[in-house]
């Protein structure tokens, strides 16, 4: 199915563990982004990629890693999570760079750090 | 701090009335997007406005681009019971046209009764 996919849904883990929050879009769109979104913040920008190999720090990227070895996919890695990083993250995708390209959004995972 | 500011954060209104939701930037505007999300779901795309005085509506939402007040407004007339949710505004280029950074409003949380 083409469009923009998140994955896991729903994750719940432990301080301290490593985990990998999973995103891929099927219409080859050169800018990829990782939000998070909690409330009094709105939606900040954590990482994002202009293309594959190219990676750039957002609002807040302490605590989180991320690669793109292919276009379609961008993962984000939590590499020691920390309970400050619950949240609910959301990927997003854009064919080009200036003001008149749509961003497409994923479902969301929500991430629990107990 | 928040470069994006919505107002108001939180609505409640009658079903069949009109309200509207500002955005307000603290730096010149190049293009602003309105989404919608559904509580525990995505954003859906709303509308880009991208030039000042630009004006579009999709059914009963219409949404206002003034660049000399750095503002857009979004507009919703005769509220219905779908239409309840987080509208989140979002501009790119707040500091250039071309820049791949979207920063996003804290949103305004919109509930309609019947």
């Known amino acids: 199915d083409a469009g923009i996919t998140q994955s896991p849904r729903y994750k719940i883990t432990e301080t301290g563990r490593q985990v990998t929050l999973m995103c891929h879009q099927t219409w080859s769109h050169s800018y990829m982004f990782w939000y998070r979104q909690d409330l009094g913040h709105g939606l900040r920008l954590i990482y994002y990629s202009a293309a594959a190999d190219i990676t750039d720090k957002g609002e807040v990227p302490d605590g989180y890693v991320v690669s793109r070895s292919k276009t379609e996919n961008f993962p984000l890695t939590l590499e020691s999570a920390t309970r400050s990083q619950t949240s609910v993250y959301f990927c997003a995708s854009r064919e080009g760079l200036a003001g008149g390209y749509e961003q497409y959004f994923g479902p969301g995972t929500r991430l629990t750090v107990t | 701090s928040q470069e994006l500011e919505q107002s108001p954060q939180s609505l409640i209104v009658q079903e069949g009335k009109n309200l509207t939701i500002n955005c307000t930037s603290s730096?010149?505007?190049?293009?602003l997007y309105w989404y919608k999300q559904k509580y525990g779901e995505g954003l859906i795309f709303l509308m880009m406005l991208q030039k000042g005085g630009e004006e579009k509506s999709h059914e009963k939402i219409t949404a206002k681009l003034d660049e000399k007040k750095q503002q857009s407004s979004l507009h919703i007339t005769a509220s219905q019971p779908s239409h309840a949710g987080i509208y989140l505004c979002g501009a790119g280029g707040l500091i250039s046209y071309n820049t791949d950074k979207l920063i996003f409003g804290t949103g305004t949380r919109l509930q309609v009764f019947p």
């Open positions: 730096k010149t505007l190049y293009g």
